[in-house]
């Protein structure tokens, strides 16, 4: 069975994300800011690894550990910071993930920033965004098993693609 799947655009991504996300606003409630739906599911069009990723602004990054429990129990895995000093993960679905979520505080906003740019930008150029989907589709068949191969060829594309996008952003606004 392979470890990496990368599969056409599913319109069902965004429902999937909007359930997802009232839940957490139910655990949440007052100390979620805003969230939004990132990563390649969020692009229409795309294609993708078949996992939802959120992101979460936070009132406090150090509150949210207080939540762990009610995180556990709607199914998450609570990883901590896990490699990205100031986010907190959470992992969804053991070895068949299906959701991730990326929580950074409200004024982390290179974090914050550099995801919705990335979102955005795939979004508004299709050709950057078919670019994007095929190399991932090559990469999870010349890796099928092997998660660090296949991001590390991804690596080049992305900060490429993301250094373009921060400047696209501030360029729009």
């Known amino acids: 069975m392979k470890l990496i799947k990368v599969v056409d655009y ?8 909007q359930k997802e996300e009232h839940s957490i606003r139910a655990i949440l409630q007052e100390e979620l800011v805003n969230s939004f739906h990132i990563g390649s599911t969020s692009v229409p069009g795309l294609k993708a ?8 602004v936070v009132q406090d990054i150090n509150k949210l550990d207080s939540f762990s429990k009610q995180f556990q129990e709607i199914g998450y895995e609570v990883k901590g910071e896990f ?3 100031g986010r907190r993960y959470f992992r969804k679905g053991g070895d068949h993930r299906t959701h991730q979520i990326h ?23 299709p050709e950057v965004c078919r ?16 998660m ?18 921060i400047k696209w952003h501030w360029t729009v606004r």
């Open 49 to 56: 690894k078949p996992i939802i990723d959120i992101l979460l």
């Open 10 to 17: 599913n319109h069902n991504w965004s429902s999937d994300y």
């Open 131 to 146: 670019q994007y989907g095929e190399l991932k589709s090559q990469l999870a068949e010349k890796y099928p098993n092997d």
């Open 103 to 125: 929580a950074f505080q409200y004024n982390n906003i290179e974090e914050i920033e550099r995801h919705l740019a990335f979102r955005d930008y795939l979004r508004e150029y």
């Open 148 to 165: 660090n191969g296949y991001c590390d060829g991804k690596d080049d594309f992305v900060k490429s693609v993301e250094k373009d996008a």
């Open 83 to 85: 490699g990205i000093t």
